[in-house]
């Protein structure tokens, strides 16, 4: 079992920066592979972001290429967002989740934990 907190969310103007940041306790961190996960009202939840256990290996949805970075620090149990150039499409609650796997996964199924979510509102 692993617990995970997200944190940073805000309110932030267009072409504005937040960085979202998500501790884990309980089992040990770096054995779980990690996403950030977003879903604006209306929508389905999306992928967003995921790293693997190393952190070696990430991915992202296209959308988010090139302005949003994911990074761990296992020795802090923690993994980041950081989301630069932000838009009002990116407005929506951010969900970290885990998986027990060494991969990058980008399916919602895939996932085993999540935390409760933290608000992005980017105002234009």
């Known amino acids: 079992q692993v617990q995970l907190v997200e944190s940073g969310g805000g309110l932030v103007q267009a072409g504005g920066s937040l960085r979202l940041s998500c501790t884990a306790s309980?089992?040990?961190?770096?054995?779980?592979?990690m996403g950030w996960f977003r879903q604006a009202p209306g929508k389905e939840r999306e992928f967003v972001a995921a790293?693997?256990?190393?952190?070696?290996?990430?991915d992202f949805e296209d959308s988010v290429k090139g302005r949003f970075t994911i990074s761990r620090d296992n020795a802090k149990n923690t993994v980041y967002l950081q989301m630069n150039s932000l838009k009002p499409e990116d407005t929506a609650v951010y969900y970290c989740?885990?998986?027990?796997?060494?991969?990058?996964?980008?399916?919602?199924?895939?996932?085993?934990?999540w935390g409760q979510g933290t608000q992005v509102t980017v105002s234009s």
């Open positions: 309980g089992r040990t961190f770096s054995y779980y592979g």
């Open positions: 989740a885990a998986h027990r796997g060494s991969s990058v996964r980008i399916g919602t199924n895939r996932y085993d934990y």
């Open positions: 790293i693997s256990r190393s952190g070696g290996s990430t």
